[in-house]
């Protein structure tokens, strides 16, 4: 079974720019969870996504979005793009889960996106 | 989502046995104890959960203390493949239709040496 997809992986950009990343997750997976990883703060939550709808949001500010298509695949889209967005992206795929059920969440290799 | 703590890092020898340790002592009854590790240059892999008994899987063995404030994952015989960063998460499955937003702390850098 092919593992959580992650495009592009490398990316640089300038400040004021904007950044879409793509996830595809594992097949079957319907639910998305997108991370910011940096060396200061470490990995913090962004936001999930199932069934094409947002369903939990992390502390970032509104120029982070996201959106999931109807084949599970996600993106997100930073605006207005800062030196502090620098970081490394990952996407995560699981599983629905069920109350009083967990199931892992798989993880893709992540987008390293530099911001000059 | 209850707070854990973690040494910052631990050394080990190739082929011998790890314990990295964990503390929660704020831990709610519900709370499941998820470890999850990050090796280098790649994104996290999900290792092991418990709820209070002991779990064994093919990677590694999960020890929770009687009053489940503490923890410790065990791997039987460290590899250098082993060296990556641990992070001990803790999720209440009460919630089970959010899953997605894993709160990680600073985790245990596990260094392994031949």
């Known amino acids: 079974k092919a593992g959580v997809t992650q495009t592009p992986r490398y990316l640089i950009k300038t400040r004021g720019q904007q950044v879409t990343l793509s996830c595809s997750p594992i097949s079957g997976h319907r639910s998305v969870s997108w991370y910011q990883q940096t060396p200061g703060q470490g990995l913090q939550f962004l936001f999930e996504?199932?069934?094409?709808?947002?369903?939990n949001k992390g502390n970032f500010p509104g120029r982070f979005s996201g959106r999931q298509f109807s084949n599970s695949r996600s993106e997100m889209n930073v605006s207005t793009l800062e030196l502090g967005d620098s970081a490394l992206y990952l996407c995560?795929?699981?599983?629905?889960?069920?109350?009083?059920?967990?199931?892992?969440?798989?993880f893709g290799p992540g987008t390293r996106l530099t911001v000059l | 989502d209850a707070k854990t703590t973690q040494p910052n890092s631990m050394e080990s020898n190739e082929e011998e046995p790890v314990h990295l340790p964990c503390n929660h002592s704020t831990i709610s009854g519900t709370d499941y104890i998820h470890w999850y590790r990050q090796l280098p240059s790649q994104g996290p892999e999900y290792v092991i959960h418990g709820l209070t008994s002991n779990v064994n899987n093919r990677m590694a063995s999960l020890a929770i203390a009687e009053d489940r404030k503490s923890s410790t994952l065990i791997l039987h015989r460290a590899t250098l493949r082993d060296a990556a960063v641990y992070y001990c998460?803790?999720?209440?499955?009460?919630?089970?239709?959010?899953?997605?937003?894993?709160?990680f702390g600073k985790g245990t850098k596990l260094s392994v040496k031949p």
């Open positions: 996504y199932f069934s094409e709808t947002q369903r």
């Open positions: 998460i803790l999720r209440d499955p009460r919630y089970g239709g959010s899953q997605g937003n894993l709160i």
């Open positions: 995560a795929s699981s599983l629905p889960g069920t109350s009083g059920n967990y199931n892992e969440q798989f």
